[in-house]
């Protein structure tokens, strides 16, 4: 499959690129001008893209998207909302009208009711809200994945994926990739919404479950 990735240079897209190189797919990375490309395979395909200025053809000849992009925790609630949410909705309707077969968005644990939210977390989890409601609302396929809190330690394959989970502790940057990459391609995924911890259940397994 060619997959658009966003956000393909960050510390989970390059984790995510690498995993779909490596099963024989084909990923196309969403890159700006000052985005640093060595984080990539070596010949792997860029597209020349930034989410707060999105051309409409962006998802041209492609089979699926991931959207794996964020403004990062240093920015104001500005880029936020230009990012995570505008930019987000900008390649969901690109996406839609390019009729990719599958859309697989990362959001984050309490984006499903933001109110809930510490403040400082509050205004990113609406700008994710609004965004998965809006790729719900697209007409495509769609896969939406709500981790916990990321770290970058290595990554162990076990995962527990539900409707809530247990939203205490971190879940690695590599399992979330992992998922990622099988959510994008595995049979029965359309429309799935779930949450990621770390657990005790092997990836392809939790996804299985999740598409039975």
Do not use: W
């Not at 989410?51 to 998802?59: E, F, G, I, R, S």
């Not at 990321?150 to 076990?158: A, I, M, V, Y």
């Amino acid at each position: 499959m060619r997959i658009l990735i966003a956000g393909a240079t960050g510390n989970t897209g390059a984790r995510l690129v690498k995993k779909l190189t490596d099963s024989g797919h084909t990923p196309i990375a969403m890159a700006r001008e000052s985005s640093d490309t060595s984080v990539l395979p070596k010949g792997c395909e860029i597209r020349m893209a930034d989410l707060t200025d999105l051309d409409k053809d962006v998802a041209n000849d492609v089979d699926a998207v991931v959207f794996a992009a964020g403004s990062g925790g240093d920015t104001g609630k500005d880029m936020t909302d230009k990012v995570d949410r505008d930019g987000a909705m900008a390649l969901i309707d690109a996406a839609a009208s390019a009729k990719v077969s599958r859309f697989v968005m990362l959001s984050s644990i309490g984006a499903d009711d933001p109110s809930q939210g510490s403040d400082s977390m509050r205004h990113y989890l609406e700008a994710k809200h609004i965004a998965d409601t809006h790729l719900k609302d697209a007409g495509m396929p769609y896969v939406i994945v709500r981790p916990i809190s990321l770290s970058d330690d290595e990554g162990k394959g076990l995962v527990s994926l539900a409707d809530h989970v247990d939203r205490d502790g971190q879940v690695t940057r590599d399992d979330v990739a992992a998922v990622l990459a099988v959510s994008v391609t595995q049979a029965g995924m359309d429309d799935k919404v779930f949450e990621m911890a770390s657990g005790d259940t092997p990836i392809a397994k939790a996804i299985a479950n999740v598409a039975a």
